[in-house]
């Protein structure tokens, strides 16, 4: 008995002796995101956890990994964890932390952009409103008020992520983090402002230490050792910053938002394979579809003129979690010939042949004998027969053929066959509740009125704990005036309707006068 007792703790202290020396570490080279010592081709999509509910959470992820995601991407959402000045909600569709230990059980990894402001069509660009009112608050500046507020959020998220071991060195699933979100072309625009303002969010981040590397987007001066990334509906002529980092696409745009009023945006999903495959061809590593499920903008959470609560984005999931196909299975199978090629890919560099006028073979082959082959057909308009390596190949018009053996046409981003969608939509009995609301219409008399001449500045009085601001003004006309001599009726004309405008006479609501109001909203 005793003998098994020893042996048996001796083996798990071995154990343990193990484990502690293979602990994750990521880093980076010039080809890719390094995890545990080995490159990686990564494919990402974003799944903002606030636009959709949790319990559609784990089926999200888990279609997203069978959709051949390794990575799920998301933003996180400042205003909606501290609406108020030091009190938080991580509650509900704010449960962060629930919903990176989801993607972890899933076996994925996760990377954190925290932003803070993180634009998304998402109101205030996440920014809590109150922030603005902090005395002497310029944002995305270098200015000390927003310094304190950016890195007090940052560093919470940060050491909330460490005490539940979610980052990959502690055994958690994230594998990076983004800090600030497209902040170049603003810099670009403002000058030299701006660069020290960047630098020193880079140092702040950094400094946080995290063990995993950090990104910012569209950030031509990312300073070392952040990565610059590109974001687009087409990315293979990116170059980072540096020769010794990646080449990353934070956001494929796989369509774009939806406005009030305006067209549902949508792109094909040949063009999406092509623009990916194009990416990885030239030497691209790790890609992240904007977004593989939007979602939808619950309650006043949208932001940007007329933008819809739908956040569909033509995604590979829907709006309601579904399949979109055939995008989601045409690039499901992308995925597959990718990771079919990752030994070739992460052990060499493209070199690139000319096939004819318009088609080019990028080979990746190593020493060791791994070879993967993406032959592409630029043409527009015409199927070419190329080629390769004594083997002919046909390749329709704007295409690419993944060959990952360098003789294998396992995939071709034009010939799609996955299957299209046959989804119907049948009403179900007596299962959806709808809740309606009557807002009282203001009167002069009520206790929270304000009077002024002109008009608010709309925010500073609401606090965005609404979308509307109530003005009532009378006008007294007596019998006598001169116009009404002429028999003219008289003209109330207001210069700005924003989003509506309700105009009440004597009491009766009254029609506005429609012309106007659409070259005035
Ligand atoms: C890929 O990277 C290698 C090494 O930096 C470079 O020589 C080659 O031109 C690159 N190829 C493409 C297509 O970008
Ligand atoms: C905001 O409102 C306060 C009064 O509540 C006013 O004193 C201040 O001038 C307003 N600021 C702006 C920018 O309108």
Redesign the pocket.
Known sequence: MMSINVSLLLFVVLFSLVSSSVRGSVTYD?RAIVINGKRRILISGSIHYPRSTPEMWPDLIQKAKDGGLDVIETYVFWNGHEPSPGKFNFEGRYDVVKFIKLVQQAGLYLNLRIGPYICAEWNFGGFPVWLKYVPGMEFRADNQPFKVAMQGFVEKIVNMMKSENLFEPQGGPIIMAQIENEYGPVEWEIGAPGKPYAKWVAEMAVGLDTGVPWIMCKQEDAPDPVIDTCNGFYCENFKPNK?YKPKMWTEVWTAWYTKFGGPVSRRPAEDMAFAVARFI???GSFFNYYMYHGGTNFGRTTAGRFIATSYDYDAPLDEYGLLNEPKYGHLRDLHNAIKLSEPALVSS??K?TWLGKNQEA?VYSSKSGVCAAFLSNYDPAFSVKVTFQNMQYDLPPWSISILPDCRTAVYNTARISSQCSQMKMTPIGGGLSWESYTEETPSADDSDTLSTSGLWEQINVTRDSSDYLWYMTDVSIASDEGFLKNEKEPLLTVMSAGHALHVFINGQLSEPFMEDWKTQS
Do not use: M, S
Request: zero cysteines.
């Open positions: 010039d020769p061809q030239n030497n560099y493209a690139v990028h």
